[in-house]
């Protein structure tokens, strides 16, 4: 199913109030692996999926990008990345990930950062993503790692002081939804299995190039002190893969 909690207002406010949606890629744990995983943007023509606020997008266009696209099934995520933006070179589409159709070989690289896990169908968008790739094209993702999505609840084992004693992971081979709190709502999230993931890529054409299960960095350990514990299990799979 599509799911579209961002145009929730109460939702869309608690969001906001993230670090990552303040502090942008730099307060993102992840973003110093991810961002080594991208290839050379210079002259590219890039797709963003699940674009949020655009902090991909602009970096591409950073990069040297020669267009970006940028699509969200949000509208108001789509609103706050144009309000960001001046670029023409960038362009954004309210569109669900589900509902993508591009011309084959319409564009260089692919990055979809934190949204694959709230698609049912990931076989079927990896096909997509690689038909619109042209030969040589890069595919670079992020999302929550299934040891992480394993149990919906996606919180620790707590002791009788409240202290946090490990991380569940049960139902590991029962793949499928999971109805997980998050910012206080109900989120349908996917769990997939590792292999899962990675034969879907492979399935669909691509050859893997790179796997990462990323703690946050020294400098983001420093500045945010919740995430204290992100180097006691993995909580995000970042691949990148060439068709």
């Known amino acids: 199913m599509k799911q579209n909690k961002y145009d929730d207002p ?14 942008g890629l730099e307060a993102a744990g992840e973003w110093h692996v991810l961002r080594e995983m991208i290839p050379d943007l ?3 023509r890039v797709l963003d999926l699940g674009c949020g606020y655009g902090w991909h997008c602009r970096y591409a266009r950073e990069q040297g990008a020669r267009s970006v696209l940028g699509i969200d099934i949000s509208e108001k995520m ?11 070179a960038i362009t954004y589409r309210q569109a669900a990930i589900e509902d993508i159709s591009f011309e084959p070989g319409e564009f260089d ?8 896990h709230y698609v049912e169908d990931f076989a079927g968008a990896c096909r997509k993503i690689y038909d619109s790739l042209a030969p040589g094209g890069s595919f670079v993702l ?26 569940p ?39 893997v190039a790179e796997v990462a299960e990323p703690g946050p960095s020294q400098e983001a350990l420093n500045q945010y002190a919740e995430m204290k514990d992100e180097t006691r299990r993995p909580m995000f799979l970042l691949l990148s893969a060439r068709k």
């Open 142 to 167: 992020s999302m929550e790692h299934p040891v992480f999505t394993a149990v919906a609840a996606q919180d620790w084992h707590y002791g009788q002081s409240g202290e946090r004693l490990h991380w």
């Open 109 to 116: 690289v692919v990055i979809s950062s934190l949204a694959l």
């Open 10 to 23: 109460d939702f869309f406010d608690k969001y906001s109030q993230m670090a990552r949606s303040i502090g």
């Open 42 to 44: 210079r002259d590219k």
């Open 78 to 88: 789509i609103e706050r990345a144009k309000s960001f933006n001046e670029d023409a």
């Open 169 to 207: 992971v049960d139902n590991y081979q029962d793949e499928g939804s999971r109805i997980a709190r998050f910012l206080d709502s109900d989120v349908i999230k996917y769990h997939r299995t590792l292999s899962a993931i990675m034969n879907a890529l492979i399935q669909a054409g691509f050859q």
